[in-house]
């Protein structure tokens, strides 16, 4: 089952996301398998100011386990995080339904 985790980062917390970068990325890759696409949320500016994960889990109690074991959860970057199931009808460019 698909589902997307949106977290939107704390205020004037770029250099908090980027001291911590490198064990999220490799947390990543702990579920590349299942993660369908996964990449920063980026401001006016083109900075990171959050994180948008569209994952391959079971249900949504192994979303929310991933999501509260994200390096960058662990560390209190996340302002708020939202996790929806998701229905995937188009994919690079072309329609599934």
Same mark, same amino acid.
């Given at each position: !089952?698909?589902? &997307?985790?949106? #977290? ?7 250099? !908090?996301? !980027? +001291? &911590?970068?490198?064990?999220?990325? +490799? ?7 299942? @993660?369908?696409? +996964? =990449?920063?949320? $980026? *401001? *006016?500016?083109?900075? /990171? #100011?959050?994180?948008? @994960? @569209?994952? *391959?889990?079971?249900?949504? %109690? ?10 960058? %959860?662990?560390? =209190? $970057?996340?302002? /708020? &995080?939202? @996790?929806?199931?998701?229905?995937? &009808? #188009? /994919?690079? =460019?072309?329609? $599934?339904?």
């Amino acid at each position: !089952m698909l589902f &997307v985790i949106m #977290c939107n980062d704390k205020p004037s917390s770029l250099e !908090m996301r !980027m +001291a &911590v970068r490198s064990q999220h990325l +490799a947390y990543l890759k702990t579920y590349e398998k299942q @993660i369908k696409i +996964a =990449g920063p949320l $980026l *401001n *006016n500016e083109g900075k /990171s #100011c959050g994180s948008l @994960i @569209i994952l *391959n889990v079971e249900d949504r %109690a192994a979303a929310e386990g991933f999501a509260i074991s994200d390096p960058y %959860a662990k560390a =209190g $970057l996340f302002e /708020s &995080v939202i @996790i929806r199931s998701f229905k995937e &009808v #188009c /994919s690079e =460019g072309q329609m $599934l339904i």
